[in-house]
């Protein structure tokens, strides 16, 4: 049975990584911007026509004219539009917002929160299927904030997706010891380390990430989607699949979910 990278998607769909209230902080704006983004998670297309009428400097409720405040008014309004185009798919364009975002604000923000906006391009880019470009703006994104355990782990999933196992194994090691040193712990993080060992063909190891996974997060699916292919490739069918159906019946309608069926069904089409 081949087993593919479909669960990277589900953990990618966290953009932004960035809070709301810190980037609003670093734009030095606050409730404007918190209703554009608001708007653009909730409404996308509502989000993307909020965010322009700001960047072009027009009151969307009155139709006037409105100076542009500030570069950070502008920096925020162009934030929110790349949000919303993300929401909508279209993540080419959202990716490129989001570079040129972070090129604009190397005066005047901290290295920390362009590091973010890099990652969220590196994460749209990513969803594009453009891994090169995404490797290349998370890469960017660590040398601003090394000490970022999120921005890590977006990196190890492009090296994993480009086929670079250890590479991804060396992010994921460092993001694991960084969430420890906050006195933090990461499922997702072990559930993908264990898939790089997998991939590298070590079981046992791999075995012992998505155990330490499960008993973080017991529904994790990528997790449960991992266990299950461990498990299958270690001999033990019923193993896979008890973890493949706890899958399916915890996060019904993912994609982890959708893998784990056709997982399932391959499974049955074995024993036939």
């Not at 990513?126 to 999120?150: G, K």
């Not at 994993?160 to 991804?168: H, I, L, N, Q, V």
């Not at 899958?247 to 994609?255: E, Y």
Request: glycine share 6%; with cysteine.
């Amino acid at each position: 049975m081949r087993y593919s990278l479909i669960f990277m998607v589900g953990l990618m769909m966290a953009l932004p990584v960035m809070t709301v209230r810190a980037a609003a902080q670093s734009f030095g704006v606050d409730e404007r911007y918190e209703d554009c983004m608001r708007r653009a998670r909730t409404d996308p297309e509502l989000g993307l026509e909020t965010a322009l009428a700001w960047r072009d400097g027009q009151n969307l409720k009155q139709g006037k004219p409105k100076q542009q405040k500030s570069k950070r008014g502008h920096n925020a309004a162009a934030h929110c539009e790349a949000v919303a185009l993300t929401g909508l798919g279209r993540f080419e364009a959202a990716a490129k917002r989001l570079e040129a975002l972070a090129g604009s604000m190397k005066a005047d923000a901290p290295k920390s929160v362009r590091a973010e906006i890099l990652a969220q391009a590196g994460q749209a880019w990513f969803r594009a299927d453009q891994v090169p470009r995404a490797r290349a703006a998370q890469t960017a994104a660590v040398a601003l904030d090394s000490n970022n355990a999120e921005i890590r782990i977006d990196r190890a999933m492009a090296r994993a997706a480009d086929g670079e196992y250890w590479g991804a194994v060396d992010d994921l090691n460092a993001a694991i010891s960084l969430n420890r040193k906050n006195n933090q712990e990461n499922a997702d993080a072990f559930a993908l380390r264990a898939s790089a060992y997998r991939h590298l063909e070590v079981l046992s190891l791999a075995k012992q990430d998505v155990e330490t996974a499960l008993r973080l997060a017991p529904d994790n699916a990528e997790a449960l989607l991992e266990m299950g292919i461990i498990m299958h490739l270690a001999g033990d069918a019923a193993a896979a699949r008890k973890a493949w159906s706890r899958l399916v019946w915890a996060h019904d309608g993912s994609p982890a979910a959708e893998a784990a069926r056709r997982n399932l069904k391959n499974l049955d089409q074995e024993n036939k």
